[in-house]
Structures are given as C-alpha cells and as structure tokens.
C-alpha cells in the first residue's frame, strides 16, 4: 500500500466498461476500475493518492446511457461503463479546453515538459489540435515570496488537487480556492503571499500539481534546453511558437516539444534515494544535473507515497556546500595540515595497533553514525570486534532511543514499532507521549492529522509543551515534567481494578499479570493526581477511552506513539516498559491499528542499532555472549566474540577522563553538541592520546581530532537505511562523490585491510549479504529484493517473507507469550529549587534537523530559522520584563548559554524551550544539560535540567522571523470543495449535459466530517 489510506471499499462486483466485464469493489471510484483494466482515459484532477476531487470534468464517461464523472462515481453492482460514446468524448474535449483556457501551453520552453506533465500528455491522449477556448490571462502576478517554490496563477488550471493536497494529506490546511472570485485562483491564508503564510513548504502541492502551475525554484530555468532565456526572448519564443500554433495546430508543435523533453531527459538523472533527515523513512527520485539538484519527486514510496516535508523536499543544498571537505587532515604540532588518503590511512592504522599494542583492545572505541548506511553500521561493529577485538562500540540510540528499545525488549521482544504508519492509520485512538510529532517525524504525523480530521480515529496528546498536534489533538494533557511513568501505571491500577483489562488477551498471549499488578499498586489515582499535576478525572477518562476504543477486535485499537520526551529522563526506559505494560492488559498489540510506536529520530537510527552498533550485542540484537552467535561469527570472521560488555558513549567519555580509554573513532556525529553536558564531552576528547572523526565538514567535534576524513554523503553512494517502520530500503548514488571524498563503508574496508584483515569488499551489496548470513532477522534481505522503492520490514525470513506487522500470532519470546515487566518509578533528579527555578526542556524543529549541520547549510531554512534561540511563555516574559529579542544568559550547575528570547503560548509557566539546532557550539542547549541519566540505559536525561535565566541589557529582532510559517493563519476546509464551483452561474458540465452522476461521493463533506 502506497501513499495515505483511503476509505474502505466494499465486496467485489461486476462492471461492464466498453463491452467487457471486469471487477471492482463497491464504493470504490470507477475511474479506479477504468485504470486497472489499463483503458486510457483522461483524468487531469484525479489522483489516485488523492482521491477523487471532480473538479475537471476530463474523465467523463457514458454511465449507464448517462455522461457523468468517473472519479466521482462510486461503484455498484452491474455498472455499464461506455468510455467512448460521442457523447462521452464530447464532453472530455469541451472539459480539456476549459481546461487549456486557463494554461498557456509552451511546452517547448517549459520546465515541466519532462514527459510527466498530466496538461500536456492529456492533450495528446485527447487529440487536441485546435482547441475552441482560447488561453486567457488571468492577469494576475506571479508569487515568488516563498524560499522553494513559486505559483504561476495564469499557468493554473484550477484542479484544486493542490489544495486537496494541503487540506487533507499533510493537512497543514494553508491553501483554498477562492470559487466565488470573478476570477478564481489558488490563495494562501485565504489571499496571503505564500512568504507570510502558514505554508511549511512540505512541497505536496507542488508534487501534485499536474502542470508548471506550482514550481519547485531548483528548476525554473535549469530543467529544459531553452528555459533559460531571458524574459523578452522567452516571451518572443512564446510568440513565435503561438503563431505557428494557429496555422498547423497544436500537435505539431507538441511533437516538437515531445522531441525537447526527449532530449532533455538524457542530461537529467532520475535516481531512487531515502531521506537522510528523521527516521519515518521517506523515498523518492531526486533529480539531478551533473551536481545540481533540480527536484525531489516522491510518489511510489512505501511510507510516504506522495508526502515529504520541507526538509526532505527542499534540504539537499549542503550536499554542495562550498564548506564540504575535500581533503584528509592530520593534526601537527596544533594544527591541521591536509593529507593524501594514504597517509591519512597509514597513519590512523599504526596509531590503532599501537594504542593496541601498548593498552590493549578496550583502550579503543568506535561510534557508528545513525546517517550512514546500514551496511557502514555493519562494518563500525565489525571493526572494532574483528580487527580491534573490543566491544567499545555504540551509536547516537544511545541519545535517544536506548530506552524504548529496552522497554520493548522486556516486555514484547523486539526493539522496533510494532506495525507501519499505516497500522497507526487504522487505529480508534493515537495517544502521543513526549513527541513533538509534526516536527520532528512531519510526514508520519500527516498521516495522523489526516486520521484525525476525516474522523477515523481520535488522538490525544499528553505533553508539556503546547505543539501542533496538541493543538489539534480531541485531549490534550499537560503533566509535570518526567511524570509519565505514573499516570501510564495509573492507567493500568485502574483498568486492572475496574475489570477492564482484556482478560482473553492477558490468558492467553502474555504472562507475568500477578507481579505487574503488585507494581503499580501505590499508583492510586489520589497520588498520580498529585504528582503528574492532572486530575484524577482526566486519569480516568482516558482510561475510559483506551479501553473502548480497543474493545472491537474486529478493527484497529489504540497506538501509542512516543519519543524523547519519555526516554531522556532517568527513568526512559522504566516509562517505555510502562507504555508497553498498558498496551498489554489492554490487549492492544498484534493487529492493524494497535502497537508500540518509539518514534526514531535519525534517518538511519534503528538500523544503526539493528546492525550491532552496541556495546553488548553484534546485529539483529543478538548477544555477544549468546553461544550461538559466537558460533555464526567464528565461522564468518575468523575470531571469538568477547563476552562481556563494551563501554557505551557516555562511558566512554567517562573512561576517557579516567585515562582508561586512549582512542577514540567517531563516524558522522556531532557528538560535541548532541551529548549532554558538552563542556564534560570536551574534557573527554581532549584527554584521549588519538581520535579520528570523518564526516561532511569540518565540525565543531572535529577540532578535537587527530585525523580528519572527508566522508561521501548519502546521496554519492549506494547502502540501505531502515526507518521507524524496520523498513529497510535502498538508496542510489545520484551523483560520484565529490572528489577527494570517500562511502565510509570504504574508508573502514582499507583501514581493516591495513591491520591485517582483507575483507575485499567491492559493493555494499556484498556487506548485505554477509549481514543476511549472520542475522536471523536480516536473513531475507538482499539488494535483489530491494530494487527500486521495493522495501523490507524486518524480520524477513530467508524466502523474503517480511513482517510489517508484529506481534500477531506470537511474541518475541521463546513461548511466544509477551512478558508484562514490573517497571520501577525514578523520578526525576533536578527539580527546579530556588538557586535553578526554570525547568528547561529542549528538541527539534521542523526546519532543522538536530544540531544543524546539515540544515543551516541550505539556504532557505536558514533563513527561515537563523539560529537557536529560547522559548518563554507570556507568564515568565511578563514575570521578568523580558521582550521578543531580548538577550538572556540560561546558566545550569553545568555551563551557560546566550540566546534571545521568543514569547509564545507553546510553553507555559516556568518551563523553557530551547531547541537543539544551534549555530554557534557555545550557544547548543547541551551546554546546559548534565550527566544524569536513564538508570538503565546511560541515555542522558536531557529532559531533567533545571536553569536559571538572566535578563541581558541587549534587545534585538525577534529570533523567529517575520514569515516563519508559525505566524501564519490556516484556512481549514474540508477540501476543495467543487461544490462552489458547480453552484457557479457560469459553470454548466461539459458538453452541455448536467447531470451529477456519483453525487454520493460529491459529498465530500459528509466523508471528512471532523473539525472545521
Ligand atoms: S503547506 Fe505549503 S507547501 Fe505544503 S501543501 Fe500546503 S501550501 Fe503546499
Ligand atoms: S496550482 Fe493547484 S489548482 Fe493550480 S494547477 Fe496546480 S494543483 Fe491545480
Ligand atoms: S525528514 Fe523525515 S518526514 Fe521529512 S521527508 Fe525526510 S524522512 Fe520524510
Ligand atoms: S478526473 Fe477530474 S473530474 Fe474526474
């Protein structure tokens, strides 16, 4: 299944189209039945990710002896279907004139003639040749205020797929058509320049929009032979090529167009390649010119189908960055020196035997980075196991995701989300814990919001801070800081209690009720009341709602979706335990619509992990001291798995102070500002006698470095990443790497080869199988059945069964019975005293990915957030006199940072906000943040950090710009709503006939439902 969910259908019937019978499902659209039986027809609105928004009238067919819309009518049992009656092609031509009235057709000189443009291709499909309404400028101005895209309102043709687009599939509900204007045209806030809307630039209405109506900026002028004239001689060629028009019709000019666009696909390069920004996963071509990213075009990815956000759309330019490195550089009396390849190699191989040699194996240690590919995770473990000997080795889950894995891990088995954004799709009720989920994992919550405004599932969030899904959300809880784990054991007391739990379930799949009934015993409502802050009643009422919305087996239940809200606290994984705990009793685990959903951050984070980026474990989760799997890697690499346990990141910095740990390997991570408690990290990096970093750029943890390596980016190779989903895909190389950089996955093979282990790799596809030989979960994975946007969820058996759903006849357990884990309270250390009286809380944004590296580097989201900065809330701003813009020192028992202040409703009270992008290393919110951390993971407890805020003299422009999308105003609507453009007096249906066949489906209204 691609793209968002659409509504069911109904049981299988015969159709009859153009005299043979075919099958379709009632409810569906017939245009769906048209297209499957591969019957050419017009359809310039219709999308089949989109649904049918009958706005152009082009797919009008004879039904049952009537012309009516075959998008908007609705399949029955015994439907007669003629597609070619003159009544029929009557109509589909005076539509498509209508149509090619509003576009002026110069496709010749057009940066959307690329052989995909639906008002070109259709008009070859029709035959067109002269067509009976004349093109007529709208005379209205181009809008070209917006970083990434422009909207040409003369090239627009009305379809409103763009706006069906922002209203209900990313529904961020900025654009709308103004029907009832004279002269109608797409408007932003209901008539707004796009650069002072609420648009988040996630680009899905340029994805669908049919024409060069909606234009991405990388193209305009790059994309054809002859798109780059000047104006007056683009407006001559334009000319010229209408009087042609006139004498030989437009076919032929067409052909000549045709023959362009031919010419021109061969210097673009289409290649399939995953986002490299949050882990939900999105695929995509991306379109390339030599080293010029023209566009990012997604449609047929599993996850995201047509839906990016603006950072998967748009954030590509730091690829090119003017800052890449180039060159190796090795430290030399203080300073960095450039180096060729093999010297930088040589050097960094003696130094490691040495290190070796003189302190043993465990004096060396190696971070895997959650942005490389699956297969670079692979060989980091590999490396320091195989060649080095030391389990030393961790990856950034570690920051963030070490929790949840380990509360699944006790509870249910594996460390991943249970089912795919679909499954969450299909729930009765999404609970959000601790996630920023529109900003931080924006495409996965679209499919949310969507839920949510066409009334298929309710949503609650519970939160501290006041984000866009908690605006949205039917309940929204705001507790105190780090009290999750006891409302969530409230929740169970009561459901236990009150007999709601679901009793089958627990009987039958899951063991260990009794000793989890004694744990949450002291989690009265009277004491969760008094320490989460929220009312017994709204305890429970949710309760109430979990359990009903889970009570119909027969359909979707309750998912739980969580981030680093839950795990950066001392008790992460404690709180993740007691999510999985609730879901259990509940009996929500093992069909669509129900699961366990630990949000992933990074790109690549779970398969980090999955590949055996750990301390204790080698990949797919697999024991170091498990007999087995020493004896599956004796065989493969030649030596003995040590048994005991690594050092993890956070030790290792401890080790490193202690003097224990001497050498330091760290791949794609900018460990300097995203491990809390930077000024300790430095202090660690300085005291290690050798320490390689290789990444993109020279970053603020590369000074710390002896040797630094220039690393390819994912776009200059090939590898898999696996999402949140455990979906595991294939990423392209869509151009060389820039010259003098390397894959890592080649960088470490010559290292390793220098030590004395040859593992002659010569393609990632060769790690991959060696992954699939030594990991049960990964044993069906290979790049053959990845091809394309094929993708795999593990586990995928050896005959490439994959699991997309968990959980439904066993759990990971050798009884297949889940284990209900009695999990312990730890509340929090640093509760705001009297010395340090603000909580400080800190995360992502939407237009920055973590620290920034990568983001600050493209232009357009730069701009559109320049810098970190700090949230304070209208009490605290009018508390102590502090105004947007204003500078104020934040100081904790552990450094101090300067920002300026942003006053918003987002947070409340005495809590702060400070996101983790920051421009300047002085200024990341890690300064401020200590060493406590998850009592059982190491995962630091970011979230339990207590400041206190000194008010600067200094005043300044607000840190959030005029034009940020926050400022905006949406106009939400149920969709496009075409109805106003039928009620028109001027609209009658093409070729005369007005019937409104399928006037079920013109309801659109009545289907949506929801908010508005
Ligand atoms: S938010 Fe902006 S970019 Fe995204 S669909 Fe709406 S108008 Fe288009
Ligand atoms: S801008 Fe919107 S309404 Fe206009 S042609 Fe493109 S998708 Fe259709
Ligand atoms: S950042 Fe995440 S949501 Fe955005 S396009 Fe990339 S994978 Fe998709
Ligand atoms: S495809 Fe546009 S109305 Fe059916």
């Known amino acids: 299944m691609r793209g968002p969910l659409r509504v069911n259908t109904g049981p299988e019937v015969a159709v009859q189209i153009d005299g043979v019978a075919f099958v379709g499902r009632t409810g569906e659209p017939l245009i769906d039945v048209i297209n499957r039986a591969q019957i050419e027809l017009a359809q310039v609105c219709y999308h089949p990710q989109l649904g049918p928004i009958q706005t152009c009238d082009t797919c009008a067919v004879e039904i049952n002896g009537v012309v009516g819309r075959a998008c908007g009518t609705p399949v029955t049992a015994g439907l007669t279907v003629r597609t070619q009656t003159q009544a029929a092609r009557l109509a589909q031509r005076d539509a ?28 070859s499909l029709l035959g067109v040749d002269h067509p009976t309404r004349p093109f007529q400028p709208k005379g209205l101005a181009q809008d070209h205020s917006n970083a990434f895209y422009r909207y040409d309102p003369d090239q627009c043709i009305l379809c409103g797929r763009c706006v069906e687009a922002c209203q209900n599939v990313q529904v961020n509900e900025t654009l709308s058509i103004n029907w009832e204007a004279e002269q109608p045209r797409v408007q932003w806030d209901g008539g707004k320049p796009i650069g002072e809307s609420s648009c988040v630039s996630c680009g899905h209405c340029i994805t669908v929009c049919p024409c060069n109506a909606l234009m991405e900026k990388s193209m305009l002028g790059e994309a054809g032979l002859l798109t780059a004239l000047p104006k007056p001689v683009f407006e001559a060629a334009i000319d010229l090529v209408k009087g042609v028009e006139h004498s030989s019709g437009l076919q032929l000019i067409m052909n000549v167009s045709d023959v362009e666009a031919e010419t021109r696909s061969a210097s673009i390069q289409k290649t399939k390649t995953v986002c490299t920004y949050c882990g939900v996963g999105c695929s995509f071509e991306i379109w390339t010119k030599d080293r010029h990213i023209l566009k990012v075009e997604p449609g047929p990815g599993p996850a995201n189908g047509i839906s990016t956000c603006v950072k998967g759309k748009f954030g590509w330019e730091y690829v090119n960055s003017g800052d890449r490195l180039t060159t190796p550089l090795i430290r030399e009396n203080g300073r960095f020196r450039e180096a060729s390849w093999d010297e930088a190699l040589d050097l960094i191989a003696w130094r490691l035997g040495e290190i070796k040699g003189q302190h043993g194996p465990d004096a060396l240690a190696f971070i895997a980075s959650s942005k490389a590919t699956n297969e670079e995770a692979y060989l980091v473990q590999k490396f320091a196991r195989q060649v080095i000997g030391t389990n030393n080795v961790d990856n950034c889950s570690r920051y963030c995701q070490s929790p949840a894995t380990q509360g699944l891990m006790r509870t249910v088995g594996y460390g991943g989300d249970s089912g795919t954004i679909h499954d969450i799709e299909n729930a009765r009720l999404v609970i959000t814990v601790g996630s920023n989920t529109a900003e931080s994992h924006p495409v996965l919550a679209t499919r949310v919001k969507r839920a949510h405004k066409l009334g298929r599932t309710q949503l609650v969030v519970v939160d501290i801070r006041e984000h866009e899904l908690a605006r949205r959300a039917d309940t929204f809880l705001r507790p105190r800081p780090g009290t999750d784990f006891v409302w969530l054991s409230a929740l169970s007391r009561l459901i236990l ?26 989690f009265t409502l009277a004491y969760a009341e008094a320490e989460t802050g929220l009312a017994a009643a709204e305890i429970e009422a949710l309760a109430r709602q979990i359990v009903a919305a889970g009570q119909d087996k027969t359909k979707g239940g309750v998912c739980i979706l969580w981030a680093m809200g839950v795990t950066q606290q001392c008790g992460g994984s404690e709180t993740s335990t007691a999510i999985s705990n609730l879901l259990l009793i509940t009996g929500n685990y093992g069909r669509t619509g129900t699961g366990a ?87 660690g990096y300085e005291a290690l006698e050798f320490m390689v970093v290789q990444d993109l750029y020279f970053t603020h943890t590369a000074r710390y470095a002896d040797v630094v390596l220039p690393a390819a980016s994912a776009l200059e190779k090939e590898g898999t990443f696996t999402s949140t989903e455990r979906r595991v895909q294939r990423l392209y190389e869509a151009m060389p ?21 040859s593992w002659g790799y010569t393609h990632p596809a060769e790690i991959m199988a060696e992954i699939a030989r030594v990991t049960p979960i990964m044993a069906g994975v290979s790049y053959d059945r990845l091809q394309g946007f094929d993708s795999l969820c593990w586990p995928v058996a050896e005959d490439g069964t994959d699991t997309p759903l968990l959980y439904v006849d066993r759990f990971n357990f050798p009884d297949g019975k889940a284990r209900l884990y009695p999990a312990q309270y730890q509340p929090r250390q640093h509760t705001p005293d009297a010395e340090f009286d603000l909580h400080l809380n800190s995360g992502r ?46 100081i904790s028992p552990n450094g101090a940072v ?9 947070v409340s009270g005495h809590e702060v906000y400070v996101p983790m992008n920051a421009r300047h290393a002085e200024d990341a919110v890690n300064r401020l943040t200590g060493n406590n951390r998850d009592t059982v993971t190491n995962t630091p407890a970011y979230k339990d950090t207590a400041v206190r805020l000194e008010v600067l003299p200094e005043g300044g422009p607000n840190p959030l710009p005029k ?50």
């Open 597 to 683: 959903y630990p949000l992933r951050g990074h790109n690549n984070v779970q398969g980090a992990s999955d590949m055996g980026a750990m301390p204790d474990q080698v990949s797919g989760y697999q024991k170091v001291a498990d007999p087995l799997t020493v004896q599956t890697h004796e065989r493969e690499w030649g030596v003995t798995l040590r048994p005991e346990r690594g050092l993890d990141n956070t030790q290792m910095i401890d080790a490193a102070i202690a003097g224990n740990l001497k050498a330091l390997w760290l791949t794609g991570e900018e460990m300097s500002l995203t491990d809390a408690n930077a000024n300790h990290l430095e202090k």
């Open 737 to 757: 790497p820039l010259k003098g950089t390397r894959p890592d996955w080649q960088i470490y093979t010559a290292v390793a080869e220098r030590m004395g282990q």
């Open 497 to 522: 209690d009150n007999g709601w739990a679901d009793d089958a379930f627990l009987q039958t799949r899951v063991n260990g009720l009794e000793e989890f009934r004694a744990s949450v015993d002291a």
């Open 898 to 906: 300067k920002v300026q202040a942003h006053i918003t409703g987002r």
């Open 963 to 1012: 034009g940020n999308s926050r400022y905006g105003h949406p106009t939400p609507q149920t969709g496009v709503e075409v109805e106003r453009k039928w009620a028109r007096p001027d609209y009658v249906f093409p070729g005369g006939l007005l019937p409104m066949l399928g006037d079920s489906l013109n309801a659109r209204s009545d289907r949506l439902g929801g908010d508005d």
């Open 845 to 890: 944004m939407l237009e920055h990915f973590h620290e920034g590296n990568m983001t600050f580097r493209v232009a357009g989201l730069a701009a559109s957030v320049p810098d970190t900065f700090v949230e304070i809330s209208p009490e605290l701003a009018a508390e102590r006199q502090i105004t947007n813009g204003q500078w104020v020192r934040l």
């Open 96 to 123: 498509y004139d209508r149509i090619v009235s509003n576009h002026d057709l110069y496709c010749t000189v057009c940066d959307n003639n690329n052989g995909n443009c639906t008002v070109h291709n259709t008009l």
